[in-house]
């Protein structure tokens, strides 16, 4: 086996290990292989070892990749891409076109625009709903570091996901969070499992969520951790392809 198939052998088995300390069917877990940084020629090396779902954060680069492996493999790969990064107004366009899944939507705006791009597109694109609930200001995403208790916060979510499900071209699909940097391992299970009952409570509480939300959440450092906490995506980078290549 090369490398790259090893590595990625390694980390299917540690999804199926957690999920199954959890009592999780691994099947409902969704590893999102994160290429970004990655040359093309990457994605191929992925592609031949099993890997369908990428995940990009940049739309640009990600926009430059899908057409390249288009090229190469045809229309009808089963590639998944993943667009995991926030978007910036300008590059909605990007999104619209490329991405078949948004894991970073954090703003109104960005969806507004999202939706009258899609609707030329006639595609509907799932979108997850970035949630910061560390409070940390490097952290982007709707505020819900008190959800449990801030009748406020409750209240903008509210908002947000009324307005959302109404978009023609966007689907609600989920929620999706980062763990804070350099916290002890307790804090970062906290702040996935406050997001898993953060999705609970919104699918209880808002009636226009009539699908179970989905939660992106986990990265190389904390996957297994997200996974216990009830994670059915995972964005997984360095794991997989070892430290970034940052030359490109
Ligand atoms: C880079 C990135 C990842 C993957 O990070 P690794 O530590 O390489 O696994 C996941 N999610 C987002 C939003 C990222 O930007």
Known sequence: MNKLAERYTAVLNRIHNAARRAGRNPDDITLVAVTKTWPVEVNLAAYAVGIRNFGENHPEELARKAEAVATKLGADSGIVWHQIGVVQSRKTKLVAQYADVLHALDRLKIANRLSRQLADNDK???????????????????????????????????????????????SLYGLMTMAPWHVEEAIIRTVFRRTRLLAEW?????????????????????????IEAGATHVRVGRAIFGERNYSY
């Open 202 to 226: 919104m699918q209880d509480t808002f009636p226009v969520i009539q699908e179970p939300l989905h939660l992106s959440m986990g990265m190389t450092d904390d996957f297994e951790i997200a």
């Open 124 to 170: 509907i694109l799932p979108v997850f709903l970035e949630v910061n609930l560390s409070g940390e200001a490097s952290k982007s995403g709707f505020q819900c570091t008190r959800w449990e208790e801030d009748a406020t916060q409750q209240a903008d979510l509210r908002k947000v996901v009324e307005h959302i499900t109404n978009l023609p071209g966007l």
